[in-house]
């Protein structure tokens, strides 16, 4: 079955960086899309980031850009989410997503941005 295994979260300062790792199996990997949603207490999850299956296509929130990278390594099974210059307004659970072709989510890992 699919499963996937969010990893990485943690407890930084603003500015710091995190890497998120989420890992694969149960579905034909390399063909597969993958996403990097975020949930604030009190907020609707949203869309953070989007890799396509060949890694030739990215899209990122707006309120990401230029601070987050989204890759993957089809070898390992393995998608990250690089986060830079962290901010106080991305502390969330962050969730690992794919379509295959239902919805399938991992249990989620907290990032908490606090000085």
């Known amino acids: 079955q699919v499963q996937l295994v969010e990893s990485g979260g943690g407890l930084v300062q603003p500015g710091e960086s995190l890497r998120l790792s989420c890992a694969a199996s149960g579905f034909t990997f390399s063909t597969k899309g993958m996403r990097w949603y975020r949930q604030a207490p009190g907020k609707e999850r949203e869309l953070v980031a989007y890799?396509?299956?060949?890694?030739?296509?990215?899209n990122y929130a707006d309120s990401v850009k230029g601070r987050f990278s989204i890759s993957r390594d089809n070898a390992k099974k393995t998608v990250y989410l690089q986060m830079n210059s962290l901010k106080p307004e991305d502390t969330a659970v962050y969730y690992c997503?794919?379509?295959?072709?239902?919805?399938?989510w991992g249990q989620g890992t907290q990032v908490t941005v606090a000085s």
């Open positions: 890799i396509s299956g060949a890694a030739t296509i990215t």
């Open positions: 997503n794919t379509r295959a072709p239902d919805d399938y």
